[in-house]
């Protein structure tokens, strides 16, 4: 199977702090990477397309001085929530797209849930 | 624009069948992937169809009808464990995944 890791799973921060969230494919290299957004009862909103070796591709609205991402490898992709305030507190997740399968997959990662007070 | 339409929430019976609709309208399409989402989770892959009909996999199908924009879950023999969201994404032209908001399903004894 195609396995995606998210370190750390639960984060709590003072707000103003800045937070990294790891994303690692554990068994397969992918090229592509997407981070995530899901606010309680809603849908997953994406926040940002990440491709190992270039700058990440943000969704409108998104503010790319802020959610910082980095793909530096095709096994990690890492986003870094900048000054976090309470309303940045959400699930992130990951996924990543693993080149060869059939119908473009994503494998998505278990998620981050991050609490700002 | 872009637009997933599912219901917000069904609630079933334990042991019953439940059908959940999907349609949607996407700039192309390169197809349309359920998932089940358990409360704070991430989502798990449940099914992919990019041809017109019906593809069984053990309780879950998922039928497709590309004429009009329209696809379902169905679920059978419903357990308890089944309680989750349930979100139907489109692969746009870009291989984007557009996101519907989710069906949350609740299993009654």
């Known amino acids: 199977g195609a396995v995606v890791s998210q370190h750390p799973s639960r984060v709590i921060c003072k707000s103003g702090t800045s937070v990294k969230i790891e994303c690692r494919s554990l068994?397969?290299?992918?090229?592509?990477m997407f981070w995530y957004r899901q606010f309680p009862k809603q849908s997953l909103m994406l926040m940002a397309t990440?491709?190992?070796?270039?700058?990440?591709?943000?969704e409108q609205g998104v503010e790319k001085d802020k959610f910082l991402i980095n793909h530096a490898s095709l096994t990690l992709s890492t986003l870094t929530v900048t000054s976090a305030h309470p309303e940045d507190s959400s699930f992130y997740i990951c996924?990543?797209?693993?080149?060869?399968?059939?119908?473009?997959?994503?494998?998505f990662g278990p998620g981050t849930r991050l609490t700002v007070l | 624009g872009q637009n997933i339409d599912q219901p917000t929430e069904m609630t079933a019976t334990e042991g019953a069948i439940v059908q959940i609709n999907c349609t949607y309208q996407?700039?192309?399409?390169?197809?349309l992937f359920w998932y089940q989402q358990h409360a704070g989770e991430a989502p798990t892959f449940l099914s992919y169809?990019?041809l017109d009909g019906l593809e069984e996999k053990g309780r879950f199908s998922s039928f497709l009808s590309r004429s009009k924009g329209y696809s379902y879950l169905l679920l059978k023999e419903l357990q308890m464990k089944d309680s989750a969201s349930y979100l139907c994404?489109?692969?746009?032209?870009?291989?984007?995944?557009?996101w519907g908001a989710g069906t949350k399903l609740i299993i009654k004894p």
């Open positions: 990440s491709n190992e070796g270039s700058k990440a591709t943000y």
């Open positions: 996407t700039s192309g399409f390169n197809g």
């Open positions: 169809n990019v």
């Open positions: 994404a489109v692969s746009d032209s870009n291989y984007q995944l557009i």
């Open positions: 996924s990543a797209g693993r080149p060869g399968t059939d119908y473009n997959e994503q494998f």
């Open positions: 068994d397969f290299q992918a090229t592509t």
